[in-house]
């Protein structure tokens, strides 16, 4: 089990930029895992943002791609990701999970971190 902690979620104007950070609460690296920022918009299922495995392939969905980018420390003990040209549409709370390359499924989750833009 791995209890991840997000930060730096809040409130921007559409344009602007948020870095959000996720580390694991005992300060472990991450190295070994598979890596994610998911989003989960009021009244909407949680969707996948960005991914990157553990051998740092990376995944972006397509309403993020070329605004997003997930980025880890090169010990893996801090993940990232760095937001820019924000849109009122991106507003969601953004979690991290990780997983074993081997799941199929994310199964260790932070508690999520409120991200608000507005026009």
């Known amino acids: 089990q791995v209890h991840l902690i997000e930060s730096g979620g809040g409130l921007v104007q559409a344009g602007g930029s948020l870095r959000l950070s996720c580390a694991a609460r005992s300060g472990r690296p991450l190295s070994g895992f598979d890596i994610a920022w998911f989003r989960q918009a009021p009244g909407k299922e949680r969707d996948l943002v960005a991914s990157m495995t553990y051998s740092s392939r990376t995944y972006y969905a397509g309403s993020v791609q070329g605004r997003f980018t997930i980025s880890t420390t090169s010990a893996r003990t801090t993940v990232y990701l760095q937001m820019n040209s924000l849109k009122p549409e991106d507003t969601a709370v953004y979690y991290c999970?990780?997983?074993?390359?081997?799941?199929?499924?994310?199964?260790?989750w932070g508690q999520g971190t409120q991200v608000t833009v507005s026009s």
């Open positions: 999970a990780v997983k074993r390359p081997a799941s199929s499924d994310y199964d260790n």
